[in-house]
């Protein structure tokens, strides 16, 4: 990949393709002693030119993580993070949208001379409308505008497929829709890295694996991953032809790259996570001792990197935590996640020493902060938003249904989620006609839930309940195809299996279900025995083994996605309207002002713990 696109804001960093780490290589040694960047002078007090002195510098690092295209503060549950005091009570903070985050970060940089702003992937994809209906542009913009230098890929980033994917990168017009406005898409000023993700014929990555950023002999490498589990979790169409190697593997290997280069100071930027023991923001996941505190595939990431990285930034699982976790040397080493949505970013000191070039690992202090709104906005973000708000606004302030509380989705904790339950029913009544697949049965992924549907007015609604053809986007913003297909009564129990074994025993994705579907789900037990073949009903009748059935589902599920092989084994196979329209006329249908949907009362799994 050319550099000239990112070094029209960053002249003196490095960027590395998988064909050209010989040409990159050369350009690190050819760097003059004490060049520097120019971006942020005015921020950071620090000038082109400058005389610095000193054994060790610090470095910040700004970071953050899973910001889904969300410029506008999220809505409801979405928009909050947990704050625990010293008594145990917890207080409940809003928190993000990007004009505030802007406002942190620039204030947070002042001072700091040196100062990285990275970030762990999902900065696109699964975005509200603003964002989404322009294929994320908008939220490019945005981040060009607050700086950011970095960004590994995550899954979300290939939603629209590889192609579309390297132009977000390099920019130009979208090949269907154009470019809004006329005015040619830029591209990002930041590089995205992708060196786990290769082209299955070339075995190149197909974005840069790595990234070196220097200032005033200052240089620190960064390599760039998602989860090796993506093509689990993404629609097969727009990946094909990919490959998606080991995080670990591919973090050692482009480390010793780097090493090999003189860089040996290293950030991996990982999307993939953990989950702490508690959802406060600032939980000690070091209590009682060490990354005590955080579990999931991160924990076993970290403990097998190369001693050589000296911090990790994750994402992913939209937690947020900044712990402790040995590496193989057992040595100290940082690894932190922001929470998501921009409603957090992680500030990091990262001790350099020039006489080694490498960090002292005893001297990182990292910590996660809330990016509240009691700041004031930034001017520049406000601009960019309410242009893009003014293009989206004839389709986005359309009112399609009224709800009488909040419906919660994403801020939902239990398997069963009201909002789960309302676009499962939205799904198989647009599905049961027989010209729209005859469905009998609806099954949606909880993944696919983006955001809870809010009651208190927002935006240019007049009234408490009223539910936008924006916020309906927000919450289905895939724009997934609905599928009907035959699957027999023993294949649909596979599939109540799979969501709690195989590839989904350590994190259960319980899928949501239709009215008239019910089951036992017993947590007691491991494995497929959670779910009893027994306890599963349709419409209060025992499900017939041997008996087929139709059942609806988005196409990201009956291609086999989130662990569920079984479900793409289904036959007859009818392609109907997106799952975002059925999701508004089923609203429509069933909802005015005088009479709106109340929260589904989500008793249709019954959870034995």
């Given at each position: 990949?050319?550099?000239?696109?990112h070094?029209?804001?960053?002249?003196?960093?490095?960027?590395?393709?998988a064909?050209?780490?010989?040409?990159?290589?050369?350009?690190?040694?050819?760097?003059?002693?004490?060049?520097?960047?120019?971006?942020?002078?005015?921020?950071?007090?620090?000038?082109?030119?400058?005389?610095?002195?000193?054994?060790?510098?610090?470095?910040?690092?700004?970071?953050?993580?899973?910001?889904?295209?969300?410029?506008?503060?999220?809505?409801?549950?979405?928009?909050?993070?947990?704050?625990?005091?010293?008594?145990?009570?917890?207080?409940?903070?809003?928190?993000?949208?990007?004009?505030?985050?802007?406002?942190?970060?620039?204030?947070?940089?002042?001072?700091?001379?040196?100062?990285?702003?990275?970030?762990?992937?999902?900065?696109?994809?699964?975005?509200?409308?603003?964002?989404?209906?322009?294929?994320?542009?908008?939220?490019?913009?945005?981040?060009?505008?607050?700086?950011?230098?970095?960004?590994?890929?995550?899954?979300h980033?290939?939603?629209?497929?590889?192609?579309?994917?390297?132009?977000?990168q390099?920019?130009?017009?979208?090949?269907?829709?154009?470019?809004a406005?006329?005015?040619?898409?830029?591209?990002?000023?930041?590089?995205?890295?992708?060196?786990?993700?290769?082209?299955?014929?070339?075995?190149?990555?197909?974005?840069?694996?790595?990234?070196?950023?220097?200032?005033?002999?200052?240089?620190?490498?960064?390599?760039?991953?998602?989860?090796?589990?993506?093509?689990?979790?993404?629609?097969?169409e727009?990946?094909?032809?990919?490959?998606?190697?080991?995080?670990?593997?591919?973090?050692?290997?482009?480390?010793?790259?780097?090493?090999?280069?003189?860089?040996?100071?290293?950030?991996?930027?990982?999307?993939?996570?953990g989950?702490?023991?508690?959802?406060?923001?600032?939980?000690?996941?070091?209590?009682?001792?060490?990354?005590?505190?955080?579990s999931?595939?991160?924990?076993?990431?970290?403990?097998?990197?190369?001693?050589?990285?000296?911090?990790?930034?994750?994402?992913?699982?939209?937690?947020?935590?900044?712990?402790?976790?040995?590496?193989?040397?057992?040595?100290?080493?940082?690894?932190?996640?922001?929470?998501?949505?921009?409603?957090?970013?992680?500030?990091?000191?990262?001790t350099?020493?020039?006489?080694?070039?490498?960090?002292?690992?005893?001297?990182?202090?990292?910590?996660?902060?809330?990016?509240?709104?009691?700041?004031?906005?930034?001017?520049?973000?406000?601009?960019?938003?309410?242009?893009?708000?003014?293009?989206?606004?004839?389709?986005?302030?359309?009112?399609?249904?009224?709800?009488?509380?909040?419906?919660?989705?994403?801020?939902?904790?239990?398997?069963?989620?009201?909002?789960?339950?309302?676009?499962?029913d939205?799904?198989?009544?647009?599905?049961?006609?027989?010209?729209?697949?005859?469905?009998?049965?609806?099954?949606?992924?909880?993944?696919?839930?983006?955001?809870?549907?809010?009651?208190?007015?927002?935006?240019?609604?007049?009234?408490?309940?009223?539910?936008?053809?924006?916020?309906?986007?927000?919450?289905?913003?895939?724009?997934?195809?609905?599928?009907?297909?035959?699957?027999?009564?023993?294949?649909i129990?596979?599939?109540?299996?799979?969501?709690?074994?195989?590839?989904?025993?350590?994190?259960?994705?319980?899928?949501?279900?239709?009215?008239?579907?019910?089951?036992?789900?017993?947590?007691?037990?491991?494995g497929?025995?959670?779910?009893?073949?027994?306890?599963?009903?349709?419409?209060?009748?025992?499900?017939?083994?041997?008996?087929?059935?139709?059942?609806?589902?988005?196409?990201?599920?009956?291609?086999?996605?989130?662990?569920?092989?079984?479900?793409?084994?289904?036959?007859?196979?009818?392609?109907?309207?997106?799952?975002?329209?059925?999701?508004?006329?089923?609203?429509?249908?069933?909802?005015?002002?005088?009479s709106?949907?109340?929260?589904?009362?989500?008793?249709?799994?019954?959870?034995?713990?």
């Amino acid at each position: 990949m050319s550099t000239t696109r990112h070094k029209k804001r960053t002249g003196r960093r490095i960027l590395a393709t998988a064909a050209g780490l010989a040409t990159a290589g050369a350009l690190v040694a050819a760097l003059p002693a004490g060049a520097a960047e120019e971006q942020d002078a005015g921020a950071s007090g620090w000038k082109r030119g400058e005389k610095v002195s000193g054994r060790t510098v610090d470095v910040q690092l700004l970071s953050f993580n899973d910001l889904h295209g969300n410029l506008e503060p999220p809505a409801g549950s979405s928009g909050e993070v947990s704050h625990v005091h010293a008594d145990g009570t917890t207080e409940k903070i809003k928190a993000g949208g990007v004009e505030y985050l802007a406002t942190h970060l620039r204030t947070a940089r002042k001072g700091h001379p040196y100062s990285i702003t990275a970030a762990a992937g999902d900065m696109i994809g699964a975005s509200p409308l603003v964002s989404g209906l322009f294929h994320d542009e908008p939220t490019i913009d945005a981040l060009n505008k607050l700086k950011l230098d970095v960004s590994s890929v995550g899954n979300h980033e290939f939603d629209e497929g590889a192609a579309e994917l390297a132009r977000i990168q390099k920019g130009g017009c979208h090949p269907t829709d154009g470019c809004a406005e006329g005015t040619t898409y830029q591209g990002a000023d930041f590089p995205y890295l992708a060196a786990n993700v290769t082209d299955e014929k070339t075995g190149k990555p197909i974005l840069d694996p790595y990234f070196v950023w220097e200032r005033a002999g200052v240089r620190i490498g960064f390599v760039g991953v998602t989860l090796e589990g993506t093509p689990n979790i993404v629609n097969a169409e727009g990946i094909k032809g990919l490959k998606f190697g080991d995080e670990v593997e591919t973090i050692n290997k482009y480390t010793k790259v780097l090493e090999a280069k003189g860089v040996k100071s290293v950030v991996a930027l990982i999307h993939e996570g953990g989950a702490p023991a508690s959802s406060a923001y600032n939980y000690d996941c070091d209590s009682p001792g060490p990354g005590d505190g955080v579990s999931g595939p991160i924990v076993d990431i970290a403990k097998r990197l190369s001693p050589q990285v000296d911090a990790v930034v994750t994402g992913h699982t939209h937690q947020a935590y900044a712990c402790t976790i040995a590496d193989p040397a057992g040595k100290p080493r940082t690894v932190t996640s922001a929470a998501s949505f921009g409603k957090l970013y992680t500030d990091t000191t990262l001790t350099y020493d020039r006489a080694t070039k490498d960090i002292v690992r005893t001297a990182v202090a990292s910590a996660n902060h809330v990016v509240t709104r009691d700041v004031a906005p930034a001017p520049d973000m406000t601009r960019l938003i309410e242009r893009w708000k003014a293009l989206a606004a004839p389709i986005a302030d359309r009112p399609v249904g009224h709800i009488s509380a909040d419906i919660n989705g994403r801020g939902s904790t239990a398997y069963e989620k009201p909002l789960g339950d309302l676009i499962a029913d939205a799904q198989l009544e647009g599905l049961a006609p027989a010209d729209k697949g005859g469905a009998q049965i609806a099954f949606m992924n909880p993944g696919g839930i983006r955001a809870d549907l809010v009651h208190a007015k927002s935006g240019s609604e007049t009234a408490d309940g009223v539910v936008t053809y924006g916020e309906a986007y927000t919450v289905q913003p895939f724009t997934n195809m609905m599928t009907s297909v035959d699957l027999t009564g023993a294949q649909i129990v596979t599939a109540l299996q799979q969501q709690v074994s195989g590839s989904n025993e350590a994190s259960p994705k319980i899928l949501q279900v239709s009215r008239g579907f019910t089951y036992t789900l017993d947590m007691t037990k491991t494995g497929a025995a959670r779910v009893d073949a027994s306890s599963v009903r349709l419409n209060g009748a025992p499900l017939d083994p041997a008996k087929t059935y139709r059942v609806a589902m988005n196409e990201f599920l009956s291609g086999g996605g989130d662990g569920f092989p079984v479900l793409a084994q289904g036959k007859n196979k009818l392609v109907g309207a997106s799952d975002l329209d059925v999701f508004v006329a089923y609203l429509t249908a069933h909802s005015s002002a005088g009479s709106p949907l109340t929260p589904p009362a989500a008793d249709r799994i019954t959870v034995v713990k």
